[in-house]
């Protein structure tokens, strides 16, 4: 028996009626509401005296203490009940396939592009409003308008709230947390014909009941269930409030005297308006640019100054596993609070490139350990070596979810400082940079002249800018100058929107491809005559030259450089396979056939 | 960019893990849970009805 986890979010209208908004695949439970709003009870209530295998397939950097949880109480209320797992990367598309057998409940906990529920419904909030509206409950979803082939969807509540809050916002038809927009509109007409003039965005009221806001913070219901079988049966977990981050700001804050008829608020108002909570990206991780770090000889080196092949201060610890595979840095633990034998300052040379991702939502995390005169600020999804004493272990925690009051940090010489702030800090505007990048097996870089530590990531390279992108509406637009939220034409027609752009520092010597303007690394996956290949495999002309960038860009399928179809994904969300003959085969089309429900 | 333009960038700033709201913590009511599960009940309907 195969069971999806999933969430369902809703708010409590202007009329005071509860509305569905969204629901979502690869969700979270939140610590605070795990055995208080949230239970895994039914879930182990159903399997009792029904099977004696528990699958679970999850993501450890959002599933880690949910699972913990799960498999805490299922050892001790069915202890003959054997509990296996599997585990997807953050930004997989399919998660491992696992048998399914009569005698075993399978819980999939992360996102299966394969599965209609997630793919259709999950990731494509406008198909799950539109879906509800064709079936007659309109009055059961947030009031909308959109445009899905011929027929137009207009159920929208034009009505305007108090001046510091908006009552509307655009989204994408396919989810992209940053490309949530609130907005305050009075000239309807005209927004609702700009929304229908595309068909990637889609327009729903902002609703809120006076009885949503309390003290000034406005919040939400989150419900959690398994939805199993052939007739998406469910089990129902819970349902949360949700509480937002930051209480609604100020007309001031707003500058209100500047909105005219259609105003977009900004993202620093994410966290005020919505009830979300900082989302697992890994886009936003890694060291801010006020950081620096330490060259061999102790002097400090700007994250700027940094390529490979430089030597940086570091801490080797013993035993660390060398991967950026969270199913093994997430559960790589080391008992106690001192570092294993051996571990010791040294100097480390940084691999492969340096990645730099911008800071498109303005969000920083301000951590200040004990004794340190300033702040290091990080990327909210960074995650640092850490002490938690209620566990007694050090192990890999993400900043975003580290309380100061239960976490420490364990200095180069063993001793234990204290986190004095852990601090989210929106910006007034998206400003600055995160850079990540990669050392030498089990070190870790030490930032500035304090003793932290942080996980550095692998790396991937692309294209030499220059290349020209084509665009969704056939126009052409140089690789690094195409934005989050683009809309690209792939090889199978106008489609899809840009997720992600990646710019890699790599300022070093690199053989690279060249076919007409497209230059690009060895490895990059391209279409070509009806396959994909790569331009070594396609014997392009080749030469060592010195590259400063290099470009990519993440899509939800492939895009059109120079036009040659291209893979619109990351290397290691691509499939790579020997055959018999050891020949390598890459699949880069992430395009996923649905057909299954679950 | 130096550490000390931080402040003046910085539009609103909390201690992670610190509510806005430091009240009595809400919970749905039966009725809202019972309204909340028969929507989700129609969706997973649709959704069977449209595929199946």
């Known amino acids: ?124 909030s406008f198909n799950a409003l539109t879906l509800m509206a064709e079936a007659n409950h309109a009055s059961e979803v947030i009031p909308f308008y959109g445009i899905s082939g011929s027929t137009t969807f207009n159920t929208i509540n034009t009505a305007s709230y108090s001046s510091n809050v908006p009552n509307a916002v655009i989204k994408y038809k396919a989810f992209l947390n940053n490309d949530v927009g609130f907005h305050q509109i009075t000239d309807w007409p005209a927004k609702l014909t700009s929304i229908g003039t595309t068909d990637a965005k889609y327009i729903s009221s902002f609703e809120i009941s006076d009885e949503s806001i309390t003290d000034n913070v406005a919040w939400s219901y989150r419900n959690y269930a398994i939805t199993y079988g052939s007739d998406l049966d469910s089990l129902d977990l819970g349902t949360a409030i949700k509480y937002a981050e930051f209480s609604l700001p100020t007309t001031s804050q707003i500058n209100f005297s500047s909105i005219s008829e259609n105003t977009y608020l900004g993202p620093k108002h994410y966290y005020e308006y919505s009830t979300s909570t900082i989302k697992a990206q890994g886009r936003r991780a890694g060291l801010y640019n006020t950081e620096t770090f330490l060259s061999g000889n102790n002097e400090s080196v700007a994250l700027t100054d940094v390529s490979a092949g430089q030597v940086l201060k570091s801490f080797y610890v013993e035993g660390m596993p060398d991967t950026d595979d969270p199913s093994i840095y997430y559960n790589y633990e080391i008992a106690g609070k001192t570092w294993p034998a051996g571990s010791q300052i040294t100097g480390s040379v940084v691999q492969g490139d340096v990645v730099t991702f911008d800071n498109n939502e ?55 400082a204290d986190i004095v702030e852990n601090k989210m800090i929106v910006l007034n505007d998206p400003t600055g940079s995160f850079t990540t990048l990669d050392v030498e097996t089990a070190d870790n870089v030490i930032v500035g002249d304090t003793p932290m530590f942080y996980f550095s990531f692998h790396n991937k390279k692309c294209f030499m800018p220059g290349a020209k992108v084509t665009m969704e509406d056939g126009s052409l637009k140089a690789i690094e100058d195409v934005k989050v939220g683009d809309s690209v034409a792939t090889k199978d027609g106008p489609c899809c929107l840009v997720e992600d752009t990646y710019v890699y520092n790599v300022e070093q010597m690199t053989k690279m491809y060249t076919n007409g303007n497209i230059t690009v690394t060895d490895s990059h996956p391209l279409y070509i005559n009806g396959e994909w290949s790569n331009a070594e495999k396609l014997g392009w002309d080749s030469k060592v030259m010195y590259v400063k960038n290099l470009y990519n860009i993440k899509t939800q399928d492939n895009f059109i450089l120079e036009g040659i179809p291209a893979s619109g994904t990351t290397h290691n969300e691509l499939k790579v396979t020997k055959d018999s003959n050891g020949y390598t085969t890459i699949q880069g089309d992430n395009k996923i056939a649905n057909s299954n429900l679950l | 960019m130096q550490k000390s ?48």
């Open chain 1, 1 to 124: 028996m195969k069971g999806t986890f999933i969430s369902s979010d809703y708010i409590k209208a202007r009329d005071n009626s509860i509305r569905f908004i969204e629901a979502n695949t690869d969700t979270i439970v939140y610590d605070d509401i795990l055995d208080v709003e949230f239970s895994w009870q039914p879930l182990i209530d159903f399997i009792s005296g029904s099977y004696d295998t528990l699958h679970i397939i999850h993501k450890p950097e959002i599933h880690y203490n949910s699972v913990r949880n799960l498999k805490s109480k299922v050892q001790s209320q069915l202890p003959s009940m054997a509990i296996s797992e599997s585990t997807a990367k953050l930004f997989d598309l399919v998660p491992p396939a696992v048998e399914d057998a009569s005698n075993k409940f399978i819980l999939r906990m992360a996102y299966d592009g394969g599965a209609i529920v997630d793919s259709e419904y999950c990731a494509d």
């Open chain 1, 362 to 416: 303005g969000i920083i995390i301000g951590l200040k350990i004990s004794g340190a005169a300033n702040p290091v600020y990080l990327g909210p999804n960074t995650s640092i070596l850490s002490y938690h004493s209620s566990s007694n272990n050090i192990k890999f925690r993400a900043l975003s979810t580290i309380d100061e009051d239960d976490v420490y940090f364990v200095n180069t010489d063993n001793s234990i």
């Open chain 2, 5 to 52: 333009q931080i402040a003046g960038l910085t539009y609103r700033e909390k201690e992670i893990g610190d509510p806005a709201y430091t009240g009595t913590k809400r919970v749905a009511s039966s009725d809202e849970k019972a309204t909340i599960n028969g929507i989700l009940s129609n969706f997973l309907s649709a959704i069977l009805a449209k595929h199946s």
